[in-house]
């Protein structure tokens, strides 16, 4: 009664006059509150009925079970939909549009993973992945697992093969479970009609938790059922709240520091912290490293921003964590490729003392040494830290670190506005040749250069692997979370393309711009026949064209001695005419000031929904390797000759 409700939890023999049974009750608590009792099974399900003052019963509402499906992403707010049709979905996909669901039909699904990923990250809104069971499922694994390490809360509906038939190998079939069972924080099948809202409702609830893709998995002979169902309710968990003890332990590290360094990652995006990572830097004067490809967690222009970590990222970043002595990790994993050593610089601290805060507490001391661990959102973390930093906190050494900070932050400005061309390991002349071959042309940064000066500010980019866009890494800052969708550490190519079409989706008056190298493009371009749409916005993509695959050529003539094998690219075709084939606006350019122009107008035409692709000739300098950690020159032992190979025979 202290909570307005009566849960009768024994058993009542259920006979024809509830209504006594009913009235009885009533007469009893007086009036008072509300009422459920637990149904037996003898009519025929479990479940909870309310009984309202009157004596009278709320059924279970009779419907089929893709109605129920469709409500509770109704309740859910899940209103777009990324996919290739199927007959095995038809019955909810049929609802769509009645229920205010939009169903944006790709022209690959793994393109559809993709650009569910950059609406989510873009939004911070859930979308849904859904296509025909089979082959339409097994073409979302990368975009899913790239997804999964992007951290990008998904709804995946994986239709399975029908009940009926399921284990006879038939028609599109395949263990759709087992599939993804490494690619998502839960997966759950549905065992009876009946049950379907109920773990669809849970399956959305443990991806926002778990804040990755998240699968339910359906038999197909489940849609067109008629069953008595009571549709869930929504409910959300509070974000974890850190330990007290943990949190003075910070403070004091924090408070005793010489030189405190902050290390902002995924995380702090995710949790919408940026302004209290922006305050704790504040009171500590501290320098902020953005972790590797999440330049958009700190404010570019912000006197303590330090940049990007990580490959090709910013040396004034490197340079100031490598003096830490406390370092704070906010919101990230500290993945072991996010700090490997860059421009001959090993600037992790091996000394310093960290604080590691994640969400997941797996993750936590995974690669790096810590000193605290802290398994919590971060910014609940951060406000917690702040209410008990002293006001002395900071203190020691700090106008020494200040001017430290302005200074090495300026040396790395000037040497980055002046960069031109890529530097030739010695014994090596690969990237010398290049630029006498074809003096005429631009080098990546100096095309980087006129990307940067014509970049509207509140912009959302994509990048994707490769070479080129890497060699970007320390050039777009931002001053607000949610504007920078790299591909992450799953690392696919063909990811920048559909993920800033998924971006505009999410922010249809924001200008955005997608980045990839010719190679990455070609894995993701036949999207260009769907992007073209009535209904779809426009956008613009750069496609840098050096007719090879960058990143891997770059490793042939580290350690192969030249031997190229499959990195050529075909030279004999544009991307500005196909995409002018495909009815879009397409451009190629060949200078700074081209690529300026054309980069400015055509965020201006996304408001007129014109989609354009510009194609940025280069030269073929390469950038710093990937993997200096994981290359070695290859060893003759035994030798292979041509003639060792023999005919096949059957």
């Not at 697992?145 to 239709?159: D, G, S």
């Not at 081209?594 to 510009?614: H, K, P, V, W």
Request: hydrophobic share 40%; glycine share 8%.
């Amino acid at each position: 009664l202290q909570f307005d409700t009566v849960v009768l939890s024994h058993w009542l023999e259920f006979s024809d006059r509830l209504d006594l049974v009913i009235s009885e009750i009533w007469r009893v608590l007086k009036g008072q509150g509300k009422i459920f009792l637990i149904i037996p099974n003898s009519f025929s399900f479990w479940g909870i009925q309310e009984i309202t003052p009157f004596g009278k019963c709320r059924p279970f509402s009779k419907m089929t079970t893709e109605e129920a499906f469709v409500k509770v992403l109704q309740l859910n707010g899940i209103d777009q939909a990324f996919g290739i049709i199927g007959s095995a979905f038809m019955p909810i996909s049929d609802l769509f549009p009645k229920a205010g669901i939009k169903f944006w039909d790709v022209a690959h699904e793994c393109n559809g993973g993709y650009i569910c990923d950059g609406y989510t990250r873009s939004s911070g809104k859930i979308g849904m992945c859904i296509a025909q069971n089979g082959p339409g499922i097994t073409n979302f694994v990368t975009a899913i697992k790239t997804a999964y390490w992007n951290h990008t809360p998904m709804l995946l509906v994986t239709p399975q093969a029908a009940n009926k038939t399921i284990g006879q190998g038939g028609f599109q079939e395949v263990e759709q479970m087992a599939l993804f069972k490494d690619m998502v924080c839960y997966q759950e099948e549905v065992r009876d009609p009946s049950r379907i809202a109920e773990v669809l409702n849970r399956v959305i609830e443990k991806s926002i938790r778990g804040s990755a893709p998240a699968q339910i998995n359906v038999p197909r002979d489940y849609f067109c059922k008629v069953v008595d169902i009571d549709i869930p309710k929504v409910v959300r968990f509070g974000k974890s709240s850190p330990n007290n003890d943990d949190i003075l332990k910070a403070v004091d590290l924090l408070s005793n520091a010489n030189f405190p360094v902050i290390l902002s990652g995924a995380g702090v995006v995710l949790s919408d912290a940026i302004e209290e990572c922006v305050e704790l830097a504040e009171r500590l004067d501290a320098p902020v490293c953005s972790g590797y490809q999440h330049n958009d967690s700190f404010p570019g222009s912000h006197p303590l921003s330090a940049g990007p970590l990580g490959y090709n990222g910013s040396k004034a970043g490197m340079k100031l964590i490598s003096q830490a002595d406390v370092v704070i990790a906010l919101g990230t994993r500290l993945n072991p490729f996010s700090t490997l050593p860059c421009y001959g610089i090993d600037y992790w601290p091996k000394n310093a003392k960290v604080i590691q805060v994640d969400i997941n507490p797996d993750r936590i001391g995974l690669s790096k040494k810590i000193t605290l661990g802290i398994s919590a959102d971060a910014k609940i973390t951060i406000n917690e830290i702040l209410s008990k930093l002293d006001h002395t906190a900071g203190d020691t050494e700090r106008e020494k670190r200040k001017n430290i900070i302005a200074e090495t932050k300026s040396q790395w400005l000037q040497e980055l506005s002046s960069m031109d061309n890529e530097d030739d390991d010695p014994g090596t002349s690969w990237n010398e040749d290049a630029r006498n071959r074809q003096p005429e042309r631009m080098s990546p940064r100096m095309a980087w250069r006129a990307i940067q000066s014509a970049l509207p500010q509140n912009a959302i980019i994509s990048s994707d692997i490769g070479n080129n866009c890497a060699i970007g890494n320390a050039y777009p800052t931002f001053e607000k979370g949610r504007k920078y969708l790299a591909p992450g550490l799953f690392g696919p190519c063909g990811y920048g393309f559909p993920a800033i079409i998924g971006a505009k989706i999410a922010c249809p008056d924001i200008p955005v711009i997608g980045f990839a190298g010719d190679g990455a493009f070609g894995i993701s371009m036949n999207e260009m026949t769907s992007c073209g749409r009535e209904d779809w916005p426009g956008i613009t993509m750069v496609i840098f064209r050096n007719y090879q695959w960058g990143a891997e050529k770059r490793n042939t003539t580290l350690w192969y001695d030249n031997n190229f094998v499959g990195t050529e690219l075909n030279q004999d075709f544009s991307y500005a005419k196909i995409a002018e084939g495909c009815g879009l606006k397409g451009i190629q350019v060949r200078s700074m000031n081209e690529l300026s122009s054309a980069l400015r107008t055509s965020c201006e035409d996304q408001n007129q929904g014109i989609t354009t692709f510009i194609e940025v000739v280069l030269n073929q300098e390469l950038g710093e390797p990937f993997r200096r950690d994981a290359m070695k020159a290859p060893e003759v032992i035994a030798g292979i000759n041509k003639s060792d190979m023999a005919e096949q025979t059957f």
